[in-house]
């Protein structure tokens, strides 16, 4: 189940945002009940459409006080911080920001929005609601013992798929740390969650695999004062479904003898080159059947 709540426009606001489509029954937020499996935050505004999980929201607070040419009409992005303002009036609007930025008003993912603006019809409602949802602390950084930075306080998780002596490697979207950098899909474990269930969660929503079409065969664990990252190890088909989603500018499948030509991300560099973690000849290995 989900709560809707309806923009509230302006009478100043109604004739450009008509013009392009904009209209009360075009236009919504919708919020999935605490307690639904990965609950999420989905706009609707005529034809832009944004989207994202409630635990990726960092911060809830009021705004108002907008100048009308700056916010009639359709999404304002600010020239600041990329943050996307959907309003349908200058009074009173809900804003929240993410801990990891979402596509809103380009398609192709290629501006994505630290924060979102709306000026719902309920704003103390939607405000009410998006924080009435357990936050999840597994959604920031965490120093270890030797007093470095590291993605997600319960620890993290990747998944590497091989295939023919290939590796199924992702470039990183350019507004994520270290962007434009090639690893594998991976990120912070949530409460409950194994370094298993973890790595599978992160491909599907990184580059929409789908878990049943890998065969795990094992793993590796790198720590870093207490902090540990584990990478999932898997054989799939080159047929396997691959689409560039969240926090993803691309992949490729990249031979085992051709990953050091890469720009490689500097925590996966270090798995790869450690000869250790046998990352190398797992993936110039044949798979047993």
């Given at each position: 189940?989900?709560?809707?709540?309806?923009?509230?426009?302006?009478?100043s606001y109604r004739l450009p945002a008509l013009a392009l489509g904009i209209t009360p029954w075009t236009a919504w937020v919708e919020v999935d009940e605490p307690g639904t499996?990965?609950?999420?935050?989905?706009?609707?505004?005529?034809?832009?459409?944004?989207?994202?999980?409630?635990?990726?929201?960092?911060?809830?607070?009021?705004?108002?006080?907008?100048?009308?040419?700056?916010?009639?009409?359709?999404?304002?992005?600010?020239?600041?911080?990329?943050?996307?303002?959907?309003?349908?009036?200058?009074?009173?609007?809900?804003?929240?920001?993410?801990?990891?930025?979402?596509?809103?008003?380009?398609?192709?993912?290629?501006?994505?929005?630290?924060?979102?603006?709306?000026?719902?019809?309920?704003?103390?409602?939607?405000?009410?609601?998006l924080t009435a949802h357990p936050a999840d602390e597994g959604m920031s950084w965490a120093s270890c013992t030797r007093g470095h930075r590291h993605w997600g306080p319960r620890?993290?998780?990747?998944?590497?798929?091989?295939?023919?002596?290939?590796?199924?490697?992702?470039?990183?979207?350019?507004?994520?740390?270290?962007?434009?950098?090639?690893?594998?899909?991976?990120?912070?474990?949530?409460?409950?969650?194994?370094?298993?269930?973890?790595?599978?969660?992160?491909?599907?929503?990184?580059?929409?695999?789908?878990?049943?079409?890998?065969?795990?065969?094992?793993?590796?664990?790198?720590?870093?004062?207490?902090?540990?990252?584990?990478?999932?190890?898997?054989?799939?088909?080159?047929?396997?479904?691959?689409?560039?989603?969240?926090?993803?500018?691309?992949?490729?499948?990249?031979?085992?003898?051709?990953?050091?030509?890469?720009?490689?991300?500097?925590?996966?560099?270090?798995?790869?080159?450690?000869?250790?973690?046998?990352?190398?000849?797992?993936?110039?290995?044949?798979r047993r059947s």
């Open positions: 189940m989900a709560t809707r709540y309806d923009f509230a426009f302006a009478t499996p990965t609950p999420e935050v989905r706009v609707r505004f005529g034809a832009w459409r944004l989207r994202t999980p409630v635990r990726n929201i960092t911060a809830v607070h009021r705004s108002g006080g907008f100048a009308y040419l700056k916010t009639a009409g359709p999404p304002h992005l600010s020239f600041t911080d990329k943050g996307v303002t959907f309003a349908t009036n200058g009074d009173a609007a809900v804003c929240f920001e993410l801990a990891t930025p979402v596509k809103g008003i380009d398609p192709t993912g290629r501006i994505v929005h630290p924060g979102v603006t709306l000026t719902v019809a309920d704003p103390d409602a939607l405000a009410a609601e620890g993290a998780a990747g998944l590497l798929v091989a295939s023919e002596g290939a590796v199924l490697l992702q470039l990183r979207a350019h507004w994520a740390h270290q962007g434009g950098t090639w690893s594998i899909p991976g990120g912070a474990k949530e409460r409950g969650e194994s370094a298993e269930t973890a790595a599978l969660r992160e491909a599907e929503e990184e580059l929409g695999i789908d878990p049943r079409r890998v065969r795990l065969s094992g793993s590796y664990v790198a720590t870093c004062g207490g902090w540990t990252y584990e990478t999932l190890l898997g054989h799939a088909d080159r047929t396997l479904r691959v689409r560039d989603l969240a926090e993803s500018d691309g992949h490729r499948w990249v031979p085992a003898d051709d990953v050091d030509l890469l720009p490689l991300h500097h925590g996966f560099r270090a798995a790869w080159d450690d000869p250790g973690t046998q990352l190398r000849d797992f993936v110039r290995a044949p």
